[in-house]
């Protein structure tokens, strides 16, 4: 069982920067590879980006890359999600999932443990 916490989020100007963080609990975290998605009210969960066990491999969706970048640090259970250049369509929940089978998916039902989510706010 993995508990996830998100953190971070807030309300940021365009073209501003953000980072928000994924505590997980439990001695397995660095088994298991994480995800971060994000949904708006009335829409479909989205992939944003994945990242392997290590934080050797990372995927992202074509709408973020080269903006936002995920890493992990397995000492602190704990995964982040950089975001720069923000736009206000970047403006939603943000969620990190973890997923023991799957690693890089973009899938959200191949992720087990989900987060409650962090809103992100960017204004024009």
């Known amino acids: 069982q993995v508990q996830l916490v998100e953190s971070g989020g807030g309300l940021v100007q365009a073209g501003g920067s953000l980072r928000v963080s994924c505590a997980a609990s439990?001695?397995?975290?660095?088994?298991?590879?994480m995800g971060w998605f994000r949904q708006a009210p009335g829409k479909e969960r989205e992939f944003v980006a994945a990242?392997?066990?290590?934080?050797?491999?990372?995927s992202y969706a074509d709408s973020v890359k080269g903006r936002f970048t995920i890493s992990r640090d397995n000492a602190k259970n704990t995964v982040y999600l950089q975001m720069n250049s923000l736009k206000p369509e970047d403006t939603v929940v943000y969620y990190c999932a973890a997923a023991r089978y799957y690693s890089g998916s973009k899938y959200a039902d191949q992720y087990d443990y989900w987060g409650q989510g962090t809103q992100v706010t960017v204004s024009s």
């Open positions: 990242i392997n066990w290590n934080g050797g491999l990372t």
């Open positions: 439990g001695r397995t975290f660095s088994t298991y590879a």
